[in-house]
């Protein structure tokens, strides 16, 4: 073993004088940093939804004209198409517009349509019974359903909206939400009603009846009841508290909206323990139908001419009182009594100004304009 050492040994020894020393071995060579070789991964971007994308390609005039709901006192085609080519997103029907029969109300409200591929929403009042725009309304009104099974408010509701689809509207503002405190409540013949239980469970039915027929609307968010006084005549305002709502008056709601219902309408009414304003201009009241009802729909104040009614000169100003019912979060305002052919484009104007002052942020047009947008698509359908 010593010699072989040696021997090796001795050949280094000789390699080394003659200069043929072994090369080193090669180093490797360094891999490329992951940037030098990967480009970044490419985020993901989401499609717009349709109505999205209507909106983007809309101007702010536009869009503020696409979140207003009027009306005009007439039957005249020619009138209507005009009224209606200034870009409103609705109209409602009132007495004036409906003629004798179905049939002539389909012609009018055809009128109404100036894209067919975007119609706008067509609403009408059609509880039955004390507030009904169509004469040949012949299903149960609130009154009688109130001791009836659940099962015949559907019933009801189902007969009422195939004849509000036959007339050629597409949205009702018929179910009654509130919970009246006392028989001589004026919201208590039109209630669905008479406790928070039965109530809830005929809104619930109302809005199934309705479904596929019509778009469902709730009213008057956060209900009537608890608020004494008419407000078509005052903002009726009451000190219960948030807990005392949830506990009764948040039922029938709750119950809608879960069903269902496309749209909720805010009253005029003051729960002045959770904020002063009333109702169809708190974004507190706003933010608890969003979080804690989870409504996910289009939010319309109640008729904004009731306000400007209501005597308090807080509230005279109807394109003031859209301006504020758009910020706090309504997505549609409605406006009929004290209106004129150029109310609504009063009020679009008003809304836009107050996007480009910087009073309604443009996003919150924007959301406003989506909502209204994906329903008009909808029913376009």
């Not at 360094?30 to 109505?51: G, K, L």
């Not at 012949?138 to 007969?159: C, I, N, S, V």
């Not at 009726?236 to 807990?243: H, V």
């Amino acid at each position: 073993m010593r010699r072989t050492l040696v021997s090796v040994a001795a050949v280094a020894a000789l390699l080394l004088a003659a200069g043929c020393a072994p090369e080193p071995a090669p180093r490797p060579t360094p891999s490329p940093a992951p940037s030098e070789t990967a480009s970044a991964t490419p985020v993901p971007t989401r499609t717009p939804t349709p109505a999205e994308q209507a909106v983007v390609d809309m101007s702010v005039r536009e869009r503020a004209a696409s979140v207003v709901m009027g009306t005009i006192a007439t039957q005249e085609r020619a009138a209507l198409a005009d009224y209606m080519a200034q870009g409103y997103g609705g109209f409602i029907l009132m007495s004036e517009n409906v003629p004798a029969t179905p049939e002539e109300l389909a012609d009018v409200t055809a009128s109404l349509v100036v894209d067919p591929g975007v119609p706008p929403l067509i609403a009408i009042d059609q509880e039955g019974g004390a507030v009904s725009r169509l004469p040949w309304d012949d299903a149960a009104a609130a009154q009688a359903l109130q001791q009836a099974p659940p099962g015949e408010t559907e019933a009801a509701f189902a007969r009422r909206a195939d004849l509000v689809a036959q007339g050629g509207a597409n949205v009702n503002f018929g179910i009654v939400a509130d919970v009246p405190a006392d028989a001589s409540s004026f919201i208590a013949p039109r209630a669905l009603g008479t406790d928070p239980a039965s109530a809830s469970e005929r809104v619930a039915a109302a809005v199934a009846g309705e479904s596929g027929r019509v778009l469902s609307t709730v009213k008057h968010f956060p209900g009537h009841g608890a608020a004494p006084g008419d407000s078509h005549q005052s903002i009726p305002s009451t000190d219960l508290t948030l807990d005392d709502w949830r506990a009764a008056d948040a039922e029938p709601f709750a119950a809608g909206v879960d069903a269902g219902a496309e749209l909720l309408m805010f009253g005029h009414l003051a729960y002045t323990s959770v904020d002063d304003a009333p109702a169809s201009l708190s974004a507190r009241w706003h933010d608890i139908a969003r979080d804690e009802l989870g409504f996910d729909g289009v939010a319309i104040t109640d008729d904004l001419g009731m306000l400007a009614s209501s005597g308090d000169a807080g509230y005279a100003d109807p394109v003031a009182n859209a301006v504020e019912a758009i910020a706090v979060g309504n997505d549609m305002v409605l406006m009929i009594a004290t209106s004129t052919p150029r109310t609504a484009g009063e009020i679009a104007d008003g809304i836009a100004a107050a996007v480009d002052d910087g009073t309604i942020p443009d996003e919150r047009l924007q959301e406003a304009a989506e909502r209204v947008m994906a329903l008009r698509l909808g029913v376009a359908e």
